[in-house]
């Protein structure tokens, strides 16, 4: 599990919590990422970590499957290349999956597994349509560039990567001479061109499966929204949510909650205060007839009474309209 980037587009978020403990519906992101990979039985997860990658250690040691999990800090952040390649002791067996950290998907993992199976290819990386983010080019079950500039003569679609792929032994082989920081698309790029490898492409049928990344602090807020749909909290939490939705022992009886709003622990709202598709996180305190809407509140703030926030982010005293 590659997770030791910065989150630069979530901060101010991530400047105290790094974006795998980002909560969502009041789980760390990385428990809900966590949980969907163990249902495939893998024999070891090892993920990697640097921006405040302490809390993320301590995390994982108090994981139920803390003895199944491998931590690894990069005192210097290496890539997604760097990152598999200083893996590459823990990854053994017929092949290994490289995922992002950020990535919530009920995607059935074991279809790429059997898919990669029945190819002979460097890696299957897996695709879909989503506008957003679609940069590189696929003929049939192929990866032909990632770089949309290059001519193919082949009839080719763009399509986006969602950060989940399935690796062969040998790229750690190709890995293993390279030193210092590597995106793994570089090499990629760099091998097709070459042409000593194929790259297999696993396409998500459109509208089947969920999927999207916590990337952005707009992203963030969509999750919690996607999170109504019937049965998808279910399947990546564990539990159905009712949204609103207040942490236990929670007194939000004086105020008005609407919408995907979360609010955690040891958060108090004062009388008349109405929040609507925000999130709170612990500690936070907004006093009297405050007005939230589409905003989220870092731990232990306070707002004072009578504030208005609509569309921002507020941590410490870092403030940040979502655009």
């Not at 980002?22 to 969907?36: E, G, T």
């Not at 690894?72 to 390649?85: D, K, S």
């Not at 399947?235 to 979360?262: I, K, N």
Request: a negative charge; one cysteine or more; charged letters at 20%.
């Amino acid at each position: 599990m590659l997770a030791a980037g910065y989150g630069t587009r979530l901060r101010p978020l991530t400047d105290e919590i790094p974006k795998p403990l980002i909560p969502v519906a009041n789980q760390p992101l990385l428990s809900l990422v966590l949980r969907h990979l163990f249902r495939w039985e893998p024999e070891r997860v090892v993920v990697n970590g640097h921006h405040r990658s302490q809390q993320v250690h301590d995390f994982l040691l108090s994981s139920s499957r803390a003895e199944s999990i491998s931590f690894i800090h990069e005192q210097n952040i290496l890539g997604t290349g760097g990152g598999i390649r200083n893996a590459a002791s823990l990854l053994e067996g017929e092949f290994f999956m490289i995922v992002n950290g950020d990535v919530l998907t009920d995607l059935p993992l074991d279809l790429v597994m059997d898919f990669h199976r029945q190819q002979d290819v460097l890696a299957t990386m897996v695709f879909h349509d989503y506008p957003r983010f679609n940069s590189v080019q696929v003929a049939g079950q192929r990866i032909v560039s990632f770089n949309q500039k290059y001519t193919s003569a082949e009839k080719t679609q763009l399509l986006a990567y969602t950060g989940i792929q399935v690796c062969s032994p040998r790229l750690l082989d190709l890995l293993r001479g390279s030193t210092g920081f590597l995106s793994i698309v570089d090499l990629y790029e760099q091998l097709l061109r070459e042409e000593r490898v194929q790259i297999a492409a696993y396409i998500i049928p459109a509208g089947q499966y969920y999927w999207r990344d916590l990337g952005t602090v707009s992203d963030y807020l969509t999750i919690h929204q996607d999170l109504q749909k019937p049965g998808l909290a279910g399947f990546l939490l564990g539990h159905e949510l009712d949204f609103p939705l207040a942490a236990p022992g929670v007194d939000v009886s004086g105020a008005e909650l609407s919408g995907a709003t979360v609010i955690a622990s040891r958060c108090e709202l004062g009388l008349g205060s109405r929040v609507e598709n925000s999130i709170l996180w612990p500690g936070v305190s907004i006093g009297r007839d405050c007005h939230l809407q589409g905003s989220i509140v870092g731990k232990n703030v306070k707002i004072p009474a009578g504030s208005t926030l609509i569309d921002q982010v507020l941590v410490n005293e870092k403030r940040e309209v979502i655009n």
